[in-house]
């Protein structure tokens, strides 16, 4: 059983940054897929980001490439979500996530995650 605990999440004007942090309980951290989802009112819940486990191979949605940056921290069994040049339809409540095994196709699908935290809410003001 894995235990994650998101936090860093708040309010910010456009343009602002956040960075969220995602800590995971118990051993073998390093061999699970690591995600970050998001969910706003009346939506699904959606990919953000996912990074591979042995070597921390990075994968974006569209929407955020190029202003979030996923990294992770096996030693602290901890993922994080720099997130850059914030906008309005950034607000949502994000989650992490965790997999064990690695396909590919499997990386961008919630339903396809074991472990979820609890959710931090992030705010991004106009």
């Known amino acids: 059983q894995v235990q994650m605990v998101e936090s860093g999440g708040g309010l910010v004007q456009a343009g602002g940054s956040l960075r969220l942090s995602c800590t995971a309980s118990?051993?073998?951290?390093?061999?699970?897929?690591m995600g970050w989802f998001r969910q706003a009112p009346g939506k699904e819940r959606e990919f953000v980001a996912g990074?591979?486990?042995?070597?921390?191979?990075?994968y974006y949605s569209d929407s955020v490439k190029g202003r979030f940056t996923i990294s992770r921290d096996n030693a602290k069994n901890t993922v994080y979500l720099q997130m850059n040049s914030l906008k309005p339809e950034d607000t949502a409540v994000y989650y992490c996530?965790?997999?064990?095994?690695?396909?590919?196709?499997?990386?961008?699908?919630?339903?396809?995650?074991?472990?979820w935290g609890q959710g931090t809410q992030v705010t991004v003001s106009s």
């Open positions: 996530a965790a997999r064990s095994g690695f396909y590919y196709s499997d990386i961008f699908k919630a339903t396809k995650y074991t472990y």
């Open positions: 118990g051993r073998s951290f390093s061999n699970y897929v």
């Open positions: 990074i591979t486990g042995s070597y921390g191979s990075t």
